[in-house]
């Protein structure tokens, strides 16, 4: 008996969009609200990619419509935080769909190397 | 005295903006999120008005645009994802609501040239008609012109080079000021102004012949319907006067004012159908093109 509803394959769902991508690798470390996730792709970013809350709640509900995040019931300190916020996590799919997008940009990077357009990389000792 | 700190929080109006902007949103979209979108705002705006005023005005000029293009494509998504957001939506809506983009450009367009025709200073025509009259010999090259259509074409131009002359655009503008309705005139009775007057009324006057005919019609525009016929009017009671001068013509050679000019309160200046006719020709243009644009989004397979 063939398993129900089974998980589309990650390849399926690349390439991401940057929001996307950017948001998973938010999570990809940590349980995060929506002003934390803004902070984490403003810092990883060097203040470069600000999203605004539209673009940011557009991206969350689609991570979520696809199964790549998921609500977090825990919170890291209630007594410091405001209730109704929201925390988000990767799940186990959304892991293996950042995975392949993160291994898709590391390739187009070896190309980018291969071809000149980036220093190489430093030797590792 | 303490330091001025920034707020702590948006204003009050600014969040009832944020709250109104939120209804661009699809119901189930405001309903997950609103709460939290309105978090992210305030943490985000407390934080740019820490670094500036311009910051904060900067950051919500870009959460506007933000808004107002993340609004747009959750519509379309929502649309998309109704059944399944793997299957693309079927042909019917999405048909409609390529249909519906189409129809809203066009009506935006429409609602654009009425804006600017809103924009635009109405300007109102006076109109007044004079017969111009044979009172001289005409040369023996006319003869044959006046032999067929019975007016002298070379006596005809000398009069519409007499009623656009400056000489009895200054006569007009003396009228004027000293009449009813020298309240909607400039101010100033000096001859600068006076000839500054003539000037404009001058730029503001044109005639008309009729064809093969001597009568002449005399057009003015003015913002004011009122002053539009008095000046028209004027401007041919000056001529009959400057004519009666200058030939001593007898009543029977006189020109003739045949219809005075009266306040028409319709403008011709800017002519709205015409606008909003273009508007809606370029809005149907751009419609068509956005119609398939939006259906190539809605066939499109996106996660």
Known sequence: ?125 | MPAHQPPSTPPALLLRAFRFALRAFPPVHRRRFATEMEQVFRAQWTYARRQSGTSAALFTLRTAIDLLSSASREHFDSLRTLMNPRKPIPPMPRFVCSLGTAVLITALGAMIALGIALAIPKAYLGECRILLRNTEVPPPSAAAIIATTGVDPFRMQTELEILGSMELARRVADDLKQGPHSHLLPPGTTPEQTAALAADLQRRTSFRQYRNTPVVAIRVQDPSPVLASAIANSLAEQYLALQTERLHATPASRPAILSTAQPFHRPVSPNLPLLVAVGLLAGTVLGLIAMVAVWLHLSRRTP
């Open chain 1, 1 to 125: 008996m063939p398993p129900a509803n089974p998980q589309p394959d990650p390849e399926s769902f690349l390439p991401l969009t940057p929001a996307m991508f950017h948001v998973l690798l938010a999570l990809a470390d940590a349980e995060h609200h929506g002003y934390a996730i803004m902070q984490a792709v403003l810092e990883s970013t060097d203040g470069r990619v600000s999203m605004g809350p539209g673009t940011l709640y557009g991206t969350i509900k689609r991570l979520l419509e696809a199964n790549l995040i998921e609500e977090s019931d825990s919170r890291p300190d209630p007594q410091l935080d405001d209730e109704r916020r929201r925390y988000y996590r990767l799940t186990a799919f959304g892991h293996r769909v950042a995975a392949a997008e993160a291994q898709r940009h590391a390739t187009l990077v070896r190309v980018a190397r291969a071809k000149g357009l980036l220093a190489p990389q430093p030797s590792t000792p």
